[in-house]
């Protein structure tokens, strides 16, 4: 009989619920809190206490470990307000060379991360006061510098929006240096509030919204025309026709418009320059058949999607569905690394933590994910 056996504890723990667990390295446990946060509560853990967590992890990795999940989750997990934590909280650790400011260019793909990266350093620092950003990190705000040469007119119009720390504050504090004349005008218009209002179906529909019609039939028909219009223009991002279809089968367009809508919604490319979340088709197709089906006479969930697709109903629903049918499958074909010799085993977590929302606004859960 042997008494000094090898240990088989090493590297276990135990869970929320006190289960069997790993222990997982810094880093693994930094990308793993990073990649499954959407800054909203979880089940087990609530957003203060995975922010904590994630401090701590970052104290514990390697700088530059930091900066690259950062602009990771940015660029290849399309995160957008996560990678801001990150770098705002790397800027509070590391000086002494130019990776912050490469780290912060890297992780902002949109002109409002300019201003979302401010507020989120305002309030990850505790700043109070009337001068909240002031004494900001050297080299984060030569990293803002160079994001904001990289936007023109159209993308600062669209995200010039009234928060409480404007694009003007933000080119004031950082003092980007104009790359030429024609970005000089530019950032003059930011300064004064001469943006041109740009093409955007919020901007368009808001506008339309604002019109007094003599009556419902007119405001309809107006509502009709202008998406037909945004369909037309090319100007209707792949993600708002996505969010929009409910509110496009409702405006009554043309079966022309039906058939570019779809068409666009299965196009493979197009699908791949979305970058859309899987789960964003879920909502999408649930968006259409929750409230249509309801309208079908048949006694089954089968019955009535068959109903649907074969287009006995009105708004087109059974081609939408189909459109999205082939995007989800064109979305799983971007998926690298799996071909037909690779084996993969499918865990489902079907436990109460996963059947809660995805957000505090989403009718997905965790479960459908």
């Not at 800054?39 to 957003?47: A, C, Q, R, V």
């Not at 929750?290 to 006694?299: D, E, F, I, S």
């Not at 019955?303 to 799983?332: D, H, I, P, R």
Request: glycine share 6%.
């Amino acid at each position: 009989m042997k008494f000094n056996l090898l240990s088989k504890l090493k590297n276990q723990t135990v869970n929320y619920v006190g289960s069997k667990a790993f222990t997982l390295s810094p880093e693994m446990e930094l990308y793993t809190a990073v990649v499954t946060w959407s800054l909203n509560d979880s089940f087990y853990e609530k957003d203060e206490a995975r922010l904590v967590r994630l401090q701590k992890l970052i104290t514990a990795c390697n700088p530059v470990f930091v900066g690259k999940l950062a602009v990771y989750a940015r660029t290849k997990m399309y995160m957008r307000s996560v990678p801001l934590v990150l770098v705002t909280e790397l800027a509070k650790l590391h000086s002494g060379d130019n990776l912050v400011a490469r780290v912060t260019d890297g992780v902002i793909g949109r002109a409002d991360e300019i201003t979302e990266l401010l507020a989120c350093y305002e309030l990850l620092n505790e700043r109070t006061g009337t001068k909240k950003l002031n004494r900001l990190s050297k080299q984060l705000q030569k990293g803002l510098s160079t994001a904001f040469n990289r936007f023109d007119e159209y993308q600062f119009g669209k995200y010039n929006r009234d928060g409480a720390i404007k694009l003007r504050d933000a080119l004031f504090l950082v003092h980007p240096k104009a790359k030429d004349d024609l970005q000089q005008v530019l950032f003059n218009k930011i300064v004064s509030g001469d943006l041109q209002t740009p093409y955007t179906w919020e901007t368009e529909l808001s506008a339309l919204g604002q019109i007094g019609f003599d009556s419902d039939e007119a405001k309809a028909e107006a509502f009709r025309a202008k998406w037909e219009e945004l369909i037309d223009s090319g100007k209707l991002g792949y993600m708002a026709l996505l969010r929009n279809l409910r509110n496009i089968q409702e405006a009554g367009v043309s079966y022309a418009h039906f058939e570019k809508v779809c068409a666009r919604l299965a196009n493979a490319d197009e699908v791949a320059r979305a970058k859309q979340f899987p789960f964003r088709y879920l909502a999408a197709y649930r968006e259409l058949i929750n409230p249509a089906v309801t309208k079908v006479p048949a006694q089954s969930f089968v019955k009535k999607l068959t109903a649907l697709m074969q287009g006995q109903n009105k708004g087109y629903t059974g081609e939408l569905l189909e459109a999205l049918e082939k995007a989800v499958q064109a979305s799983a074909a971007n998926i690298k690394g799996f071909d037909h010799e690779t084996r993969v085993l499918l865990a489902c977590d079907v436990s109460g933590s996963m059947q809660v929302p995805v957000s505090a606004k989403s009718k997905i859960l965790l479960y459908d994910v």
